[in-house]
């Protein structure tokens, strides 16, 4: 059975979820935000206080703020890093980013990608399966983490709650992430629970049928 715990880190209160299989304690890190070392220190005495171990470090793409501790969990727990190829590009340049977002104090190293996953790929913690969901148009590389058995879908910056993410950013593409949103996400199960990358949860119904981008 996986279940899923939510933290919120640094000035662009990202959401970095933490899902772990509770038979086998194995745990997978998504998007860590943690742009401090007291956050990245708390973060891992809550890891420890669980019992987990952690076996992937899972981007949902690399714009910084989604990134900012990969390098800090990448040591801490000897995982490399999870993501599209397609977002490479993005890893490699953090530190441009972190200029062109004026982010102060933050020295981030180039991030290289150790496993590249695709559409329809499945990663699994324990023998529970999570399924990759290509949805690009907020960055080239954008994908969402479903959990089937669970009945939860991490969906990073493509959709949020009411609304869906910023096509302005280099890469980005507005039509191109409405018909990933309409043919990856929408047709999940109505009851899926879905967690975005900024912002509280919702479900693929309650945007289905209210989100304003899909009326």
Same mark, same amino acid.
């Given at each position: 059975?996986?279940?899923?715990?939510?933290?919120?880190?640094?000035?662009?209160?990202?959401?970095?979820?933490?899902?772990?299989?509770?038979?086998?304690?194995?745990?997978?890190?998504?998007?860590?935000?943690?742009?401090?070392?007291?956050?990245?220190?708390?973060?891992?005495?809550?890891?420890?206080?669980?019992?987990?171990?952690?076996?992937?470090?899972?981007?949902?793409?690399? $714009?910084?703020? $989604?990134?900012?501790?990969?390098?800090?969990?990448?040591?801490?727990?000897?995982?490399?890093?999870?993501?599209?190829?397609?977002?490479?590009?993005?890893?490699?340049?953090?530190?441009?980013?972190?200029?062109?977002?004026?982010?102060?104090?933050?020295?981030?190293?180039?991030?290289?990608?150790?496993?590249?996953?695709?559409?329809?790929?499945?990663?699994?913690?324990?023998?529970?399966?999570?399924?990759?969901?290509?949805?690009?148009? $907020?960055?080239?590389?954008?994908?969402?983490?479903?959990?089937?058995?669970?009945?939860?879908?991490?969906?990073?910056?493509?959709?949020?709650?009411?609304?869906?993410?910023?096509?302005?950013?280099?890469?980005?593409?507005?039509?191109?992430?409405?018909?990933?949103?309409?043919?990856?996400?929408?047709?999940?199960?109505?009851?899926?629970?879905?967690?975005?990358? $900024?912002?509280?949860?919702?479900?693929?119904?309650?945007?289905?049928?209210?989100?304003?981008?899909?009326?």
């Amino acid at each position: 059975m996986l279940k899923i715990d939510r933290f919120e880190y640094n000035l662009f209160g990202v959401n970095t979820y933490v899902i772990h299989d509770t038979v086998s304690m194995e745990a997978a890190v998504v998007d860590p935000g943690m742009d401090n070392p007291d956050d990245c220190e708390q973060f891992a005495q809550w890891i420890a206080r669980q019992r987990l171990q952690v076996t992937m470090l899972i981007n949902t793409h690399l $714009h910084i703020d $989604h990134a900012l501790a990969d390098a800090y969990v990448e040591a801490r727990y000897g995982v490399g890093l999870t993501a599209c190829a397609d977002d490479a590009p993005l890893g490699r340049q953090l530190k441009e980013q972190a200029m062109m977002f004026r982010l102060r104090g933050i020295n981030p190293q180039p991030e290289e990608i150790s496993t590249e996953v695709k559409q329809g790929d499945t990663l699994y913690l324990g023998t529970e399966p999570l399924k990759v969901l290509q949805v690009p148009g $907020h960055s080239p590389g954008s994908i969402a983490i479903y959990c089937p058995t669970a009945g939860f879908v991490i969906t990073g910056d493509a959709l949020f709650r009411g609304s869906i993410g910023r096509t302005d950013l280099p890469g980005g593409s507005h039509p191109q992430l409405i018909g990933s949103i309409t043919s990856r996400l929408l047709t999940l199960p109505a009851e899926t629970v879905v967690y975005p990358g $900024h912002g509280p949860a919702t479900t693929i119904g309650a945007e289905a049928t209210s989100n304003p981008y899909f009326r």
